[in-house]
């Protein structure tokens, strides 16, 4: 996904607006595309990697949301 729909799908799950079923299967209605939950999660990681870039996986797998989230562009978003 590109920034633009990676914040607009960040917003409507800030606002309750975007269901799992929208994340995973789309909505065209609300211009979430399909696997949005997937891609968004994949940025977060690749963020998480840029500001930990020797992390193991014994470290960030078990990390809770908080601690993956610190830090990441759309933070207060996904809160």
Request: aromatic content about 12%.
């Given at each position: 996904?590109?920034?633009?729909?990676?914040?607009?799908?960040?917003?409507?799950?800030q606002?309750?607006?975007?269901?799992?079923?929208?994340?995973?299967?789309?909505?065209?209605?609300?211009?979430?595309?399909?696997?949005?939950?997937?891609?968004?999660?994949?940025?977060?990681?690749?963020?998480?990697?840029i500001?930990?870039?020797?992390?193991?996986?014994?470290?960030?797998?078990?990390?809770?949301?908080?601690?993956?989230?610190?830090?990441?562009?759309?933070?207060?978003?996904?809160?």
């Open positions: 996904m590109d920034e633009a729909t990676i914040k607009h799908v960040a917003k409507l799950i606002t309750d607006e975007a269901t799992y079923e929208d994340l995973v299967g789309s909505s065209p209605q609300k211009d979430i595309p399909r696997w949005s939950n997937y891609n968004l999660g994949h940025d977060v990681l690749d963020y998480y990697f500001l930990h870039p020797d992390s193991k996986i014994e470290e960030w797998s078990f990390k809770g949301e908080a601690d993956l989230l610190n830090g990441y562009k759309y933070q207060k978003l996904l809160q």
